[in-house]
């Protein structure tokens, strides 16, 4: 792990990462300390920096740096959080901003290959996402309603949780993104009011708009979702992992999610 | 500062405190290691612990560490941090948890004595509070829209923000709650969807009860708080300031308000 630079593991316990959340994170992939789907992994981060007004580290400092935690690891989860470092008490934004950048790697096996060959099932969860257009798409450091809805469930044979807004519209997974196939249309929940914009749900929409899917986002109910032809749900460790089941709803064919997954794997 | 009783200054980089904002804090004014208005700051903490399902710690240990950080500080600031510690790379709440707890303390002058006496100019956010049920009213880590709210303005001669929430009702202050005086009646926002539920908030609701002044929770347009008879706002180390002007409206006088700020003297 390194803290702004140097080996490390601790933080100074007056960072305002801790005190208010107030930062933001990605966490990627990276084998042999090269990040993957680095392009929208950076392209995000640049956007949520510019979107809290924290100062943007310099790209390759960043790749310089995941290469040194994760560089003698063949596959790596690497994390990479940034916060508003040090200020006096209180929220105003110091004026002086002297960023802390962690940068931190574990070795990874992955998941098991079957949830992205045989599907995975998950669940409605019960916890809403607030609409908060401010911080809508931002991977910040609050996320506490996520810890809520992970904690929704214990069965670790379903795999995610898909929760609505507070409008009760669809969003995304706990820890993902979510796609609907409907009459050959790839559709995704707008992230404009809530939720986070991963890399991967990035990634996804350029690899469709290559393959000459029709893709575009569109506000789905949860009947919307039963209904769809296929759905799947993405994120940089997982890939993309289809949806075999939810609640009473089967899937057994994915002809369209298969075509992305080749895409992705190519 | 303590961290878990011992002397330091840092937590780990893993703490979900940091990772999430999965915790929560109070800060509080003591003299020479004494809290004030610990019956409430305690009551707040352990409903708050509850809220979030952290173990609460014992109250004799925060007690005896507030004395050890504050005790040889005539005044001063203290924060207590409580998260739910380190744990895996993921959301779900661990099954084992070891709590950090973080008590600090700064000497702190108080703030100038012609706020509570003058009374103070304030101003609308444009930031909103998002609804969010699951979470209000607890003080916990994530406070970005605070961050972004307190940004709003430089200007020293505004001593605080009102906030109104997505629905359009008002809320609380940036760092304060808010009451008005309405024909005798002391009003203040219910804080059931958002909002953050102050110990000096629930000790004026007490001393208001104590005086026998009619008092109730109502939500408030901000058209109503600005045709009040007297408004102010509270916090633990402010204690209770009344508004002096809040845009284009000025008041004046504040007869119950000055009633109360005598009952918290006392």
């Given at each position: 792990m390194l803290i702004n630079g140097q080996p490390g593991d601790s933080i100074a316990a007056s960072d305002r990462g801790l005190a208010y959340g107030d930062g933001l994170y990605r966490t990627l992939q990276a084998r042999h300390g090269q990040p993957l789907l680095w392009h929208w992994q950076w392209q995000r981060l640049a956007a949520d920096c510019a979107s809290l007004r924290l100062p943007c580290p310099d790209e390759a400092l960043l790749l310089d740096e995941i290469a040194r935690v994760a560089?003698?690891?063949?596959r790596a989860v690497v994390k990479i959080v940034l916060t508003r470092g040090s200020g006096q008490r209180g929220y105003a934004m110091p004026a002086d901003v002297t960023p802390t950048r962690i940068v931190s790697a574990t070795a990874w096996a992955g998941y098991p290959a079957e949830r992205a060959e045989q599907g995975v099932v998950v669940r409605w969860c019960a916890t809403r996402l607030a609409i908060q257009p401010l911080l809508a798409g931002i991977k910040h450091l609050n996320r506490l309603e996520n810890v809520f809805a992970r904690s929704?469930?214990?069965?670790?044979?379903?795999?995610e949780g898909l929760m609505l807004d507070m409008d009760g519209t669809v969003v995304e997974g706990t820890m993902s993104n979510l796609f609907i196939v409907r009459r050959g249309e790839l559709l995704t929940p707008p992230l404009d009011r809530c939720g986070v914009s991963g890399a991967m749900r990035a990634c996804v929409l350029q690899l469709a708009a290559n393959l000459g899917i029709a893709v575009r986002e569109a506000r789905l109910l949860s009947d919307e979702v039963l209904a769809a032809d296929e759905a799947f749900i993405c994120n940089s460790l997982a890939g993309i992992w289809p949806l075999r089941q939810l609640e009473q709803r089967q899937w057994q064919a994915w002809p369209l999610t298969r075509r992305l997954q080749q895409a992705l794997a190519d």
């Open positions: 560089g003698e690891l063949p929704e469930w214990q069965d670790a044979a379903i795999a």
